[in-house]
């Protein structure tokens, strides 16, 4: 399934620079995405889904530079891991490279390429399936790959020059001023370059030690990628977020998920799991973290994972002792 992240980074920076919260609101009921799907990190919102809401953004604000407003309100640290290498690189290519290598665990159909040219570093926006990401996404994408390494590192650096596919891209002055005020259009790709002076440049807020953990937690996300963005590991998710209702149904989720009941168990199925599977094995690991707290009943827990009675919950647990 191609998909990327839009939720709750783009939201914290799309509020704080719509003078009327609402905005988000309406933009993410327009383009079809829910509020579980926005405010769980976890989740992947399809591409067409994030398209449309930017898309609907542009056309209802009629702002060129959108994109880059938005991005400028997203804090440091939204994007954790990307963010902590950045800080934990020893210079300023150290950690561009580690933010566009790490790129994937953010959107997953497209990337940022670094080339290294004789006088100077250029990063390119690259879709490659050249279909899901708007102007006012990419204009995003950049803005806040800049901004969140001069945070990182402590040096108010700018790019020399921005590269755009069109003209629409950089209708802004202040977007234009904020990559270095120089332009170049009808590129191959969307980008920047930077001096290779701003690119060896050392990091004055270097984290020693830091990188070493992150490293790790990075091929841990990307081996897991595959299966954590599944129908299943999705549903899983679906599923932990919505126990505790009076009753959790293959339908309500599917309808979250924006498929039918059929297209989820089939594919489901192609998994080797289903719903009922799921719902069981999610049970079971809430139960295991809530039994660990002294300050919960049994009822309550029963409560909490959305059992119809305590004694449904107890015999619950008698089998997954036998199991």
């Known amino acids: 399934m191609k998909a990327f992240i839009v939720s709750t980074s783009c939201q914290m920076g ?11 609101a309406k933009a993410l009921e327009a383009s079809g995405i829910s509020s579980l799907e926005a405010n769980t990190p976890a989740l992947r919102i399809p591409a067409a889904k994030v398209s449309r809401f930017w898309n609907w953004l542009s056309a209802s604000q009629r702002d060129p530079s959108l994109g880059f ?24 290519g150290e950690g561009l490279t580690r933010a566009c ?28 399936k050249n279909e899901s990401s708007s102007r006012q996404y990419v204009q995003y994408v950049l803005t806040t790959l800049v901004c969140h390494s001069r945070n990182a590192t402590g040096i108010d650096w700018n790019p020399i020059l921005l590269r755009s596919r069109n003209k629409d891209f950089s209708a802004s002055k202040e977007f234009q001023d904020f990559f270095g005020g120089r332009l ?21 807020r270097h984290i ?45 989720i599917a309808k979250r998920m924006s498929v039918s009941v059929r297209s989820l168990q089939r594919r489901l199925a192609e998994e080797r799991t289903s719903f009922e599977a799921i719902v069981e094995d999610a049970r079971r690991s809430l139960a295991h973290s809530y039994l660990t707290d002294s300050s919960l009943t049994k009822s309550q827990i029963a409560y909490l994972l959305g059992y119809s009675e305590p004694s449904a919950f107890l015999r619950a647990l008698k089998r997954w002792k036998k199991s």
């Open 69 to 92: 407003k938005v991005a400028l309100n997203v804090p440091f640290g939204a994007y954790l891991v990307p963010n902590l290498m950045a800080a934990g690189s020893k210079t300023v």
């Open 208 to 252: 020693p030690g830091i990188l070493e953990i992150l490293e790790s937690e990075s091929v841990r996300q990307q081996k897991s990628h595959q299966s954590m963005f599944s129908f299943s590991g999705i549903t899983e998710q679906m599923v932990k977020v919505s126990l505790g209702n009076d009753s959790i149904t293959i339908k309500d």
């Open 184 to 204: 170049a259009e009808y590129c191959e790709n969307d980008g920047f370059d930077i001096t290779l002076k701003v690119w060896n440049q050392k990091n004055q």
């Open 101 to 128: 290598h790490n790129y994937s665990l953010i959107h997953s159909s497209a990337r940022l390429q670094i080339k290294k040219l004789s006088r100077c570093i250029r990063i390119e926006f690259i879709d490659d």
């Open 14 to 24: 799309l509020n704080h620079f719509a003078s009327n919260r609402s905005l988000c």
